[in-house]
């Protein structure tokens, strides 16, 4: 791909549980051509690791990454073979003065999955305390789309009121629940129905779940999916 015309979306990865969603979004970004910027937050790497025992270091981040997006949410490790990884750029969360913290820095917009309530409440009050915060932040004043995954339950007051600050914003909420009627029968069946909603907010073109077609008894176990 030539670089001068290289317009990413940025993902950002926050603290929050659910790094499968992130990894199920970055493989349907790649899977559909799309170049990436990845940030993923300091917190975060603490659930990478919990979650699924890799660690993601700046020194090997390239190597991480593919270990994370060959991952099945099941914990299988090789579940997705190699995943080319050759169109994703990475910036350390600490480097303020990472491309996509300027609005000059060509991006189509940004993706945050999974969303804590830190980083919710960091971007509605415009912090921009690390770099995950500065790009949404900078999303937002360039009109950018963003998507914010909110992953957390329940949710109290103050979180609410920041999520109603982020759709007056211009952002799309999406909290991180997972529907039956696609015919999940897998564990990653429920994590890509959530992932195919943010790239569907984003519009970005995927295959990761069964769509309502207004046929009832579709997402019942046994029925062939649709195509």
Do not use: C
């Not at 190597?63 to 299988?76: C, H, V």
């Not at 579940?79 to 996509?100: E, M």
């Not at 909420?173 to 984003?202: C, K």
């Amino acid at each position: 791909m030539n670089d001068g015309k290289r317009t990413p979306w940025v993902v950002g990865v926050s603290g929050a549980s659910g790094t499968p969603y992130a990894a199920s979004v970055l493989r349907g970004l790649l899977a559909a051509g799309e170049s990436v910027d990845l940030v993923v937050s300091r917190a975060s790497r603490l659930t990478l690791l919990d979650e699924t025992g890799i660690p993601f270091r700046d020194a090997h981040w390239r190597e991480d990454l593919a270990a994370w997006l060959a991952r099945g949410a099941d914990g299988k490790p090789d579940a997705y073979g190699d995943v080319d990884v050759s169109d994703v750029r990475y910036w350390a969360a600490g480097d303020l003065a990472a491309g996509p913290s300027s609005g000059s820095y060509p991006a189509k917009g940004m993706l945050i999955v999974p969303a804590s309530t830190a980083a919710v409440a960091g971007v509605a009050l415009g912090l921009s305390k690390d770099l995950l915060q500065r790009v949404a932040s900078v999303t937002l004043k360039e009109r950018r789309p963003l998507v914010v995954a909110v992953r957390e339950t329940p949710l109290s007051g103050q979180t609410l009121k920041q999520m109603v600050a982020l759709d007056e914003a211009g952002a799309v909420v999406l909290p991180a629940s997972p529907a039956f009627y696609a015919g999940a029968t897998h564990i990653q069946d429920l994590v890509d129905f959530v992932a195919g909603r943010v790239l569907d907010a984003a519009g970005v073109p995927h295959e990761l779940y069964r769509r309502w077609r207004g046929e009832l008894g579709g997402g019942a176990p046994g029925v062939p999916r649709a195509g």
